[in-house]
């Protein structure tokens, strides 16, 4: 829009006057409201709660107006948290953040990831999940029963909405990486049947892994995530059995990786290991790895660095696979 000389003018007496006393500057950037549409997993209590007696909280770390750092921990009730695009082009996205199977946050690496994907287009589905540690019977399996649950009702909503439920993707970051893979390898559901959602399959068309935790075992474990997942002292087996790069990947979805070199919580030889993992299985598979970013960079803190490409990256591999497609007009 062009302004007019006398606009001009207006628009900078307006600039140079004073701000009413009490209200933020008017350069002072605000957080977006976060979308108040969210799903139940579960219609009644999640299964194996009979010993957990933690409390909910969410924790915000952020000082800063212009943006949430969140994370929730001791979650009972998981929830997914739906970000709906203004002109949808079919497209599901179920994203799952990080937080060392502490805690998941709730921002970086999800409400923030999403609105770039939402704002391509994409509907998508931030998951609140269940700790391990927290007394759930099925112990390190808890929170993949959530991510199985979730994306069986993100495909079930697809269908409800209109979308396309063959194009239902899952994107993972650090220890959420670590659960998108799961769920991207694994075949059998590790819950009872709930109802008409769990007909549905809970495999990802397209799998994401924002650097992931990926290996439990050896000297680019993140101990962390270990601990949280299997206790402080796991079996070899439970090492074997919960490391992605030893999990059957036969069949799997395409996979994208992305992990940066400069990653001292999560070393990058676990996105390495884990596409030799894919290889082998024949998965297509593509790998980017940025020479700056560290570990949990998300969207917000790359900018300028060389890992902030990641999500265009992203949508032209989706795009190759036919993932993304016209926006509607409605």
Known sequence: MLLNR?????????????????LPPAS???????PTETIRLWAGAAPGG????????VVERSTDPAFHDRFAQYTTDPILTVLRPERPNGASLLL?????????VVDKEGLDCARPFAAAGVTCFILRYRLPADGWAAGPAAPLQDAQ???????????????????????GASAGGHLAGALTASKDAVYETVDGADALSFRPDLSILMYPVATMDGPFAHAGSREHLLGPDPSPEALARWSLERMDWTGA???????????????????VQLLGALRAAGVKAEAHLFEEGG??????????????????????WAARRGWTGRVSET
Not at 28 to 34: F, V
């Open 6 to 22: 006398r606009g001009a003018l207006g628009l900078a007496a307006l600039a140079a006057a004073p701000k009413p006393s009490g």
């Open 28 to 34: 002072q950037a605000m957080a977006p409201p976060d």
């Open 50 to 57: 009979e010993t957990v007696t933690v409390t909910p909280r």
């Open 96 to 104: 799952i953040p990080g937080g060392g199977y502490r805690w998941a």
């Open 149 to 171: 649950r979730a994306l069986r009702l993100v495909r079930q909503r697809a269908i409800a909405d209109g979308l396309d439920p063959a194009r239902v993707a899952v994107l």
């Open 253 to 271: 979805p395409p996979t994208f990786l992305l992990h940066a070199l400069d990653d001292m919580s999560v070393p990058a030889e676990n996105s």
């Open 295 to 316: 570990h949990g960079f998300g969207v917000r803190l790359i900018a300028g660095k060389p890992a902030s490409v990641w999500p265009d990256l992203v949508h032209a």
